[in-house]
Nanobody, 118 residues
Framework: QVQLVESGGGLVQPGGSLRLSCAASGFTLDYYTIGWFRQAPGKEREGVSC????????YYADSVKGRFTISRDNAKNTVYLQMNSLKPEDTAVYYC???????????WGQGTQVTVSS
């Protein structure tokens, strides 16, 4: 069964850190571009970061550059998003996405809530 499962969200104070995990099952991440998206209440879903398996390159939205880091553990078939110096405007539901490099496969996780508040 193809599945992406996010975890690691929660409530954190401004300036704090969280690490989100996105575990893939039923397929290998080797042939996918992996992205993290987020959606805040009343706003559209936006791209936060992505990791291109084809060349190992990474992308970050301007709003998170220098604070967030995307990484991958091949052995665990898992992608992480390390989030530091969190701000209230980072509050959102965070989603993991896997898009096939040579196929039309496009998978989404169920999302994990991140709330930054004092």
């Amino acid at each position: 069964q193809v599945q992406l499962v996010e975890s690691g969200g929660g409530l954190v104070q401004p300036g704090g850190s969280l690490r989100l995990s996105c575990a893939a099952s039923g397929f290998t991440l080797d042939y996918y571009t992996i992205g993290w998206f987020r959606q805040a209440p009343g706003k559209e879903r936006e791209g936060v970061s992505c990791f291109r398996s084809s060349d190992g390159s990474t992308y970050y939205a301007d709003s998170v550059k220098g604070r967030f880091t995307i990484s991958r553990d091949n052995a665990k078939n898992t992608v992480y998003l390390q989030m530091n110096s969190l701000k209230p405007e980072d509050t959102a539901v965070y989603y993991c996405n896997a898009r096939g490099l040579a196929t039309n496969n496009n998978y989404w996780g169920q999302g994990t809530q991140v709330t930054v508040s004092s």
